[in-house]
């Protein structure tokens, strides 16, 4: 993954100082943080959590995708969100959240889900892109165009008090197609969810995130981490390429 690094302010300079401490980080780093654009679907208790810890992490570019009003049921997790803003189009309130926090991170905000008509254009502006959609069809549609155009994708998931998370990188890495042939019939829309889980994989995306785009530590690349909360629970499961898997196969 190429990153264009772009210059730091002064403004920026203080306000990264910290973390430009961090040992492999230093203004290389937070250049290329500010040069990188990162794509995420969907922007509620997990993605909005990535965006949010993303955007105070200096990322200068971001696409997001998400359709749809705020509702009073958002509002235990989805930490972009308020209750003035019920009713009203949660991306608007994702892009003023993030524009507060970060003035100078460009917002590119995108009314509507993931699919198949839109994937190809969204993954083509990101350098990285982190699936945080609760649908198999949209997270099949991402990782279809982040295989073929060779971008890195974070494929992250919670149901629960459980999580997982696993980062793909095309042509070396599993993709989410070798873990999930097809989609789960059993899957819904609507489940159970507390804030805490969906925000704790969330800061786990992000760092992934922050990592691949730095070069700091060891990414999940080939590695599931999977977590039950309930138990505090942690642990990494191996994975592989399926050869014939339809995506990225031989």
């Not at 430009?20 to 290329?32: D, L, N, S």
């Not at 982040?146 to 998370?165: G, H, T």
């Not at 690349?221 to 309930?230: E, I, N, Q, S």
């Amino acid at each position: 993954m190429q990153i264009h690094r772009q210059p730091l302010n002064d403004t920026e300079r203080a306000t990264y100082e910290w973390q430009m401490w961090v040992p492999g980080v230093g203004e290389e780093g937070q250049e290329k943080l500010k040069g990188a654009t990162v794509m995420i679907s969907r922007l509620g208790g997990l993605g909005g959590v990535v965006a949010y810890e993303l955007a105070a992490a200096g990322v200068g570019r971001f696409i997001l995708a998400h359709g749809g009003n705020v509702k009073l049921s958002d509002l235990n997790r989805q930490l972009l969100m308020t209750y003035d803003w019920v009713g009203k189009p949660r991306i608007d309130s994702v892009a003023r959240r993030l524009r507060e926090l970060n003035p100078f991170a460009e917002i590119v905000a995108v009314p509507e889900q993931v699919h198949e008509g839109n994937a190809a254009d969204l993954v083509g502006q990101a350098d990285l892109v982190i699936d945080c959609a609760p649908l198999f069809s949209e997270r099949f549609a991402m990782n279809r165009e982040a295989v073929r155009q060779d971008k890195p994708l974070i494929e992250c998931a919670m149901y629960e008090l459980e999580a997982q998370i696993t980062t793909i990188i095309p042509g070396q890495t599993p993709c989410l197609n070798c873990l999930y042939p097809e989609d789960p019939p059993a899957w819904q829309r609507e489940f159970p969810v507390f804030g805490a889980v969906s925000g704790t994989v969330g800061c786990l995306a992000a760092m992934e995130a922050i990592k691949l785009i730095t070069g700091i530590g060891t990414p999940l690349a080939g590695t599931l981490l999977v977590m039950d909360l309930r138990e505090m629970r942690f642990h990494k499961v191996a994975i592989a390429r399926n050869p014939a898997c339809p995506v990225c196969g031989d």
